[in-house]
């Protein structure tokens, strides 16, 4: 391929890397207790945050996981932090980062920790009384959760220390990885045929209907041979078998960001959007099916917002005072740890929840049944 001429020494850097641990001379090593691993091979939202919390509803569903303890595990993108952390829901997004902290309001019963060292942060989960003995974890602010029967990790494929007992690869629908290529000239993080290690492929961010023809074509373009449309899985180049599953992510009625939150503001004919993601077009056409867009404030992803970034959108409002002023739900984690936003905003600015969900309930019940297939939740592997 022509990415890996121009781009030689980034190639072969991740090829010499993979090698070293699909030798086994470099080691990987498993949690102590059942792992499921998201990641990606691009750069760009595919969807990690809900599909991770797509994970935790399904094992909350099943019986086999019935009172047994769910945690998730997070780098914590951009917080400030250090060390391995207990996401609390009096957490801050700078404290914790904003994808944990989302995770964490939308499931206060779970665990949810941060932790850059993977390895590390599935240990203490696993085992939360070595956090008392550990000089790791001196820093660890809040130390007192039940461990972990069942671990899900959203963002592991690149950190091949650690081998996930279920991996997932997600796809973007808009993105196939294989008409794209690696940085800078495409958007590949990393190398195209490790899309063959995953246990899991999901195409998310799919429309919400495909026929048994697209199907099939996205399974020729993964390199899946054989691929039965009833069990959802093939035969890769590496002789592997893999699944593969669609989803996609539907937006739900916006939520209040403060308490203050005036519900009357969700049925306002116009409404000013601020994000500060990866791409935001999907929002932008559903808040377009439902309002006019006054205004549209685009800042970075994982943006931390200021005071000037304040008053721009306090401007924004004020030119139309009767407007919503909405958000992403990653966003609004950040927006709340700011101070001196006014009333009047506070009244008037929401979020748009998201969820990922499968398109059929066929492939539903075979992501349930990779779950149940785990080891069995609190036995130690």
Known sequence: MIDNILLAPYYLILKARHFLYDKGIRKAVRAEVPAIGFGNITVGGTGKT????????????????????????????????????????????????DEPLQIKNKFPDITVAVDADRVEGCGFLARPESLGTSKKARKCRDREFPAADVIILDDVLQHRVLKPHLSILLIDFHHPVCKDMLLPLGRLRDLRERTFAADLIIISKCPTYLDDTQRLEWAGSLKLRGFDLATMQGTNPWGRKQTLLFSTISYCTPTAVFPEGDPHYVYAPRAIVFTGIADDTPLMAFLSGKYRISGHLVFGDHHRFTEPDIRTISGAAESEPTALVVTTEKDSQRIRDMENIPETLKKRMFQVPIEAAFLSEKETAIFCSLLNGLVQPGQKS
């Open 50 to 97: 809900p599909h991770t919390e797509l994970a935790v509803r399904t094992l909350l569903s099943l019986k086999a996981f019935q009172g047994k303890h769910i945690a998730v595990l997070s780098r914590g993108y951009r917080r400030k932090s250090k060390g391995f952390q207990q996401v609390t829901t009096d957490s801050s997004a700078a404290f914790a980062g």
